[in-house]
Protein backbone atom coordinates (compact mmCIF):
# COMPACT_ATOMS: atom_id res chain seq x y z
CA UNK A 1 0.00 0.00 0.00
CA UNK A 2 1.08 3.61 -0.33
CA UNK A 3 1.80 6.05 2.19
CA UNK A 4 3.92 8.33 4.37
CA UNK A 5 6.61 6.57 6.70
CA UNK A 6 8.06 8.28 9.51
CA UNK A 7 11.10 7.71 11.51
CA UNK A 8 11.64 7.04 14.63
CA UNK A 9 8.61 7.25 16.27
CA UNK A 10 10.31 8.50 19.58
CA UNK A 11 13.51 10.95 19.39
CA UNK A 12 15.17 12.08 22.29
CA UNK A 13 17.74 15.62 21.69
CA UNK A 14 20.40 16.29 24.19
CA UNK A 15 21.74 20.10 24.37
CA UNK A 16 23.43 21.74 21.92
CA UNK A 17 22.48 18.71 19.21
CA UNK A 18 21.43 18.77 15.87
CA UNK A 19 18.51 15.92 14.95
CA UNK A 20 17.00 14.36 12.14
CA UNK A 21 13.72 13.53 11.51
CA UNK A 22 12.75 11.15 8.21
CA UNK A 23 9.95 11.46 5.64
CA UNK A 24 9.75 8.73 2.99
CA UNK A 25 6.64 8.43 0.41
CA UNK A 26 5.70 6.36 -1.91
CA UNK A 27 3.08 8.06 -3.66
CA UNK A 28 4.65 9.61 -6.30
CA UNK A 29 3.77 13.08 -4.65
CA UNK A 30 5.32 16.11 -5.70
CA UNK A 31 4.93 18.03 -2.98
CA UNK A 32 5.89 17.54 1.08
CA UNK A 33 5.59 19.08 4.41
CA UNK A 34 6.70 19.48 7.68
CA UNK A 35 4.42 20.23 10.47
CA UNK A 36 4.83 20.93 14.06
CA UNK A 37 1.77 20.18 16.65
CA UNK A 38 2.23 21.22 20.20
CA UNK A 39 -0.39 19.87 22.70
CA UNK A 40 -4.16 21.79 22.16
CA UNK A 41 -2.42 23.42 19.04
CA UNK A 42 -3.54 23.56 15.27
CA UNK A 43 -0.43 21.96 13.10
CA UNK A 44 1.71 25.07 11.97
CA UNK A 45 3.96 24.59 8.96
CA UNK A 46 8.08 24.53 9.19
CA UNK A 47 8.59 24.18 5.78
CA UNK A 48 7.16 22.96 2.30
CA UNK A 49 9.03 21.80 -0.69
CA UNK A 50 6.93 21.36 -4.52
CA UNK A 51 9.26 19.91 -6.42
CA UNK A 52 12.88 18.16 -5.66
CA UNK A 53 15.72 20.36 -4.58
CA UNK A 54 13.57 23.19 -4.08
CA UNK A 55 11.67 24.14 -0.85
CA UNK A 56 9.81 26.94 1.30
CA UNK A 57 9.91 28.43 4.58
CA UNK A 58 6.57 27.90 6.38
CA UNK A 59 5.39 30.01 9.52
CA UNK A 60 7.65 28.56 11.98
CA UNK A 61 10.89 27.57 9.97
CA UNK A 62 13.33 29.20 12.45
CA UNK A 63 15.67 26.05 14.15
CA UNK A 64 14.68 23.85 11.36
CA UNK A 65 15.95 22.99 8.27
CA UNK A 66 15.34 20.66 5.44
CA UNK A 67 16.99 18.98 2.05
CA UNK A 68 14.86 17.60 -1.22
CA UNK A 69 17.03 15.57 -3.00
CA UNK A 70 14.90 12.98 -4.01
CA UNK A 71 10.87 12.83 -5.09
CA UNK A 72 10.65 10.03 -2.23
CA UNK A 73 12.41 12.06 0.83
CA UNK A 74 12.05 15.11 2.99
CA UNK A 75 14.37 15.07 5.77
CA UNK A 76 14.00 17.26 8.80
CA UNK A 77 16.72 18.31 11.06
CA UNK A 78 16.11 20.12 14.43
CA UNK A 79 19.17 22.42 15.18
CA UNK A 80 20.47 23.14 18.00
CA UNK A 81 19.40 26.55 17.51
CA UNK A 82 15.47 25.23 18.32
CA UNK A 83 15.09 26.20 22.07
CA UNK A 84 11.86 24.43 22.67
CA UNK A 85 11.95 21.61 19.91
CA UNK A 86 9.52 19.79 22.24
CA UNK A 87 7.07 18.22 19.68
CA UNK A 88 4.76 15.86 17.77
CA UNK A 89 6.36 16.37 14.18
CA UNK A 90 4.11 15.73 10.96
CA UNK A 91 4.98 14.89 8.05
CA UNK A 92 2.62 15.15 4.91
CA UNK A 93 2.61 15.01 1.18
CA UNK A 94 0.12 16.06 -1.36
CA UNK A 95 -0.21 16.42 -5.36
CA UNK A 96 1.11 19.74 -6.40
CA UNK A 97 -0.61 22.05 -7.07
CA UNK A 98 -2.87 20.54 -4.63
CA UNK A 99 -5.41 23.48 -3.70
CA UNK A 100 -7.94 21.10 -3.85
CA UNK A 101 -6.65 18.36 -2.56
CA UNK A 102 -6.14 16.27 0.65
CA UNK A 103 -2.75 16.21 2.33
CA UNK A 104 -2.00 12.24 3.28
CA UNK A 105 -0.01 12.04 7.10
CA UNK A 106 2.75 9.79 8.34
CA UNK A 107 2.33 9.04 11.63
CA UNK A 108 4.92 11.30 13.25
CA UNK A 109 7.59 11.48 15.35
CA UNK A 110 7.49 12.46 18.93
CA UNK A 111 10.56 14.61 20.10
CA UNK A 112 11.76 14.94 23.73
CA UNK A 113 14.58 17.16 25.17
CA UNK A 114 16.73 14.60 27.43
CA UNK B 1 -12.90 34.27 22.20
CA UNK B 2 -11.06 30.98 23.23
CA UNK B 3 -8.00 31.13 25.26
CA UNK B 4 -4.94 29.16 23.53
CA UNK B 5 -3.95 26.54 25.75
CA UNK B 6 -3.31 22.50 26.44
CA UNK B 7 -7.04 21.69 26.10
CA UNK B 8 -9.26 21.01 23.17
CA UNK B 9 -12.49 21.18 23.08
CA UNK B 10 -14.64 17.82 24.26
CA UNK B 11 -17.62 16.48 23.03
CA UNK B 12 -18.97 13.43 25.15
CA UNK B 13 -21.20 11.68 23.34
CA UNK B 14 -22.86 7.84 24.20
CA UNK B 15 -22.40 5.26 21.62
CA UNK B 16 -25.07 4.95 18.93
CA UNK B 17 -25.94 8.92 19.00
CA UNK B 18 -25.28 11.23 16.76
CA UNK B 19 -21.85 13.49 16.80
CA UNK B 20 -21.89 17.21 15.27
CA UNK B 21 -18.20 18.73 15.34
CA UNK B 22 -18.16 22.26 14.69
CA UNK B 23 -15.58 24.90 12.76
CA UNK B 24 -15.85 28.42 12.24
CA UNK B 25 -12.94 29.69 9.14
CA UNK B 26 -11.72 32.54 9.33
CA UNK B 27 -11.42 33.59 5.69
CA UNK B 28 -14.37 34.10 3.20
CA UNK B 29 -11.89 33.44 0.50
CA UNK B 30 -11.45 30.19 1.30
CA UNK B 31 -12.83 27.51 -1.25
CA UNK B 32 -12.11 24.24 -0.31
CA UNK B 33 -12.36 22.22 3.42
CA UNK B 34 -11.41 19.12 4.56
CA UNK B 35 -12.23 17.27 8.20
CA UNK B 36 -9.39 15.08 9.07
CA UNK B 37 -9.37 12.68 12.53
CA UNK B 38 -6.35 12.17 14.12
CA UNK B 39 -6.09 9.12 16.62
CA UNK B 40 -4.11 9.21 19.73
CA UNK B 41 -0.26 8.82 18.72
CA UNK B 42 -1.20 8.96 14.67
CA UNK B 43 -1.22 11.00 11.99
CA UNK B 44 -4.23 13.08 10.61
CA UNK B 45 -6.55 10.90 8.27
CA UNK B 46 -8.22 12.13 5.34
CA UNK B 47 -12.28 11.78 6.46
CA UNK B 48 -13.82 13.53 4.04
CA UNK B 49 -13.85 17.07 2.15
CA UNK B 50 -16.50 19.93 0.35
CA UNK B 51 -15.49 22.27 -1.92
CA UNK B 52 -17.48 26.31 -2.04
CA UNK B 53 -19.74 25.57 -4.73
CA UNK B 54 -21.56 23.05 -2.44
CA UNK B 55 -23.10 23.26 1.07
CA UNK B 56 -23.42 19.69 1.65
CA UNK B 57 -21.50 16.54 0.93
CA UNK B 58 -22.54 12.81 2.50
CA UNK B 59 -19.96 9.57 2.96
CA UNK B 60 -20.28 6.71 5.26
CA UNK B 61 -22.33 7.65 8.84
CA UNK B 62 -20.42 11.31 8.03
CA UNK B 63 -21.83 14.34 6.66
CA UNK B 64 -20.44 17.92 5.91
CA UNK B 65 -22.10 20.81 5.93
CA UNK B 66 -20.79 24.56 4.85
CA UNK B 67 -22.52 28.02 5.42
CA UNK B 68 -20.37 30.30 3.64
CA UNK B 69 -22.62 33.22 4.85
CA UNK B 70 -21.45 32.67 8.84
CA UNK B 71 -18.05 31.17 7.86
CA UNK B 72 -19.04 27.47 9.09
CA UNK B 73 -18.18 23.88 8.73
CA UNK B 74 -19.70 21.26 10.45
CA UNK B 75 -18.93 17.29 10.73
CA UNK B 76 -21.77 15.52 10.96
CA UNK B 77 -21.07 11.14 12.89
CA UNK B 78 -24.25 9.03 12.52
CA UNK B 79 -24.52 6.12 15.21
CA UNK B 80 -20.77 7.26 16.86
CA UNK B 81 -18.94 4.24 17.85
CA UNK B 82 -16.54 4.05 20.11
CA UNK B 83 -13.82 3.45 17.55
CA UNK B 84 -14.52 7.16 16.54
CA UNK B 85 -13.37 8.63 19.69
CA UNK B 86 -9.81 10.85 18.42
CA UNK B 87 -9.60 14.50 17.72
CA UNK B 88 -11.23 15.83 14.84
CA UNK B 89 -10.13 19.06 12.95
CA UNK B 90 -10.82 21.23 10.21
CA UNK B 91 -8.63 22.28 7.48
CA UNK B 92 -9.14 25.50 5.13
CA UNK B 93 -8.04 26.61 1.51
CA UNK B 94 -7.78 29.92 0.68
CA UNK B 95 -8.76 30.12 -3.40
CA UNK B 96 -4.51 30.84 -4.81
CA UNK B 97 -2.74 29.21 -2.07
CA UNK B 98 -1.68 25.47 -1.86
CA UNK B 99 -1.19 25.88 2.04
CA UNK B 100 -4.08 24.89 4.12
CA UNK B 101 -4.94 26.57 7.89
CA UNK B 102 -5.75 24.03 10.03
CA UNK B 103 -8.05 24.69 13.24
CA UNK B 104 -7.09 23.73 16.87
CA UNK B 105 -9.28 20.60 16.87
CA UNK B 106 -12.19 18.86 19.03
CA UNK B 107 -11.88 16.07 20.88
CA UNK B 108 -14.69 13.53 20.60
CA UNK B 109 -15.33 10.68 23.26
CA UNK B 110 -17.61 8.06 22.74
CA UNK B 111 -18.49 6.31 26.24
CA UNK B 112 -19.73 2.51 25.35
Known amino acids: DGGITQSPKYLFRKEGQNVTLSCEQN?????MYWYRQDPGQGLRLIYYSQIVNDFQKGDIAEGYSVSREKKESFPLTVTSAQKNPTAFYLC?????????????FGDGTRLSIL | GESVGLHLPTLSVQEGDNSIINCAYSNSASDYFIWYKQESGKGPQFIID?????DKRQGQRVTVLLNKTVKHLSLQIAATQPGDSAVYFCAENILGSYIPTFGRGTSLIVHP
Open chain 1, 27 to 31: LNHDA
Open chain 1, 92 to 104: ASSIWPGGNQPQH
Open chain 2, 50 to 54: IRSNM
